[in-house]
């Protein structure tokens, strides 16, 4: 099969990514790896590389104004 997500989908860690972790995209429960250092669990993230054997993503800027 192929990846689980699609780049550019955005979704919210279920776990600490340090760096691989857990995260929700949807109804879908995908295990993930952080691009780059520690992302906290219910931050918002975005797929930014996925194939078949990782999802890489990255924080997401929230789109509400919040600097966070």
Same mark, same amino acid.
């Given at each position: &099969?192929?990846?689980? +997500? ?13 760096? %691989?972790?857990?995260?929700? /995209? &949807? =109804? ?6 952080? =691009? %780059?250092? /520690?992302? &906290?669990? &219910? =931050?918002?993230?975005?797929?930014? =590389?996925?194939? %078949? /054997?990782?999802? +890489? ?10 600097? %966070?």
């Amino acid at each position: &099969g192929g990846a689980p +997500v699609t780049t550019g989908e955005s979704g919210t860690t279920l776990t600490p990514l340090r760096p %691989a972790g857990r995260a929700m /995209f &949807g =109804e879908r429960m995908v295990d993930v790896v952080a =691009e %780059a250092g /520690f992302i &906290g669990s &219910g =931050e918002p993230v975005r797929v930014i =590389e996925a194939n %078949a /054997f990782r999802v +890489v993503v990255t924080r997401s800027k929230r789109t509400d104004g919040e600097n %966070a």
